[in-house]
T-cell receptor, first 117, second 112 residues
């Protein structure tokens, strides 16, 4: 596709439910990032992958959050036992380069808006 | 104090005005400085990125970095209603792990 695609666009979950958010990066992009954006805030880094390797997960808020990218393309962010404070927009971004190699231009998807009731 | 500070606004200007958006930062290790534009219910879109101190111009947009003052700016000339969006500054450095830090964003409205 032409850009980063995320699905679903909107997700409503009852507290305690598990959710899975999908990201299709731009074809051929090596690096993939997940961010959480609360209302009125800038995106906050969660984790990133270089191909299939998860190189940094320091931003994941708790062990209820888990991300994978098994074949180095599509990625899934899973949140177990959702809580109200998990309500936010989850953004995925991809980059053609390996991180740390000069400028890091990222291309963002439109995000998944998660509401936990 | 957060590493990146940005006035959230909102900022409202008449069409044709010059807009000035600013961020300050505290981490002198930041190497790359970016401005993203985010329309409502869309993902951020990269507008400008700079590496060194000084100015970089692209059409109606000018990005300015002053590393000595830890201050970056984005200027928009001849602002248009289509420029109405939230503008996010972002800063990157490589420290053995990934570090891209965003400001809160400034919401801009350009009134016809």
């Amino acid at each position: 596709g032409a850009g980063v695609s995320q699905s679903p666009r909107y997700k409503v979950a009852k507290r305690g439910q598990d959710v899975a958010l999908r990201c299709d990066p731009i074809s051929g992009h090596v690096s993939l990032f997940w961010y959480q954006q609360a209302l009125g805030q800038g995106p906050e880094f969660l984790t990133y992958f270089q191909n299939e390797a998860q190189l940094d997960k320091s931003g994941l808020p708790s062990d209820r959050f888990f991300a994978e990218r098994p074949e180095g393309s599509v990625s899934t962010l899973k949140i177990q036992r959702t809580q109200q404070e998990d309500s936010a927009v989850y953004l995925c971004a991809s980059s053609p380069r390996e991180t740390g190699q000069g400028s890091d231009i990222q291309y963002f998807g439109a995000g998944t808006r998660l509401s936990v009731l | 104090q957060k590493e990146v500070e940005q006035d959230p606004g909102p900022l409202s200007v008449p069409e044709g005005a010059i807009v000035s958006l600013n961020c300050t930062y505290s981490n002198s290790a930041f190497q790359y400085f970016m401005w993203y534009r985010q329309y409502s219910r869309k993902g951020p879109e990269l507008l400008m990125y700079t590496y060194s101190s000084g100015n970089k111009e692209d059409g109606r947009f000018t990005a300015q970095v002053d590393k000595s003052s830890k201050y970056i700016s984005l200027f928009i000339r001849d602002s248009q209603p289509s420029d109405s969006a939230t503008y996010l500054c972002a800063m990157f450095h490589w420290a053995g792990s990934y570090q891209l830090t965003f400001g809160k964003g400034t919401k801009l409205s350009v009134i016809p």
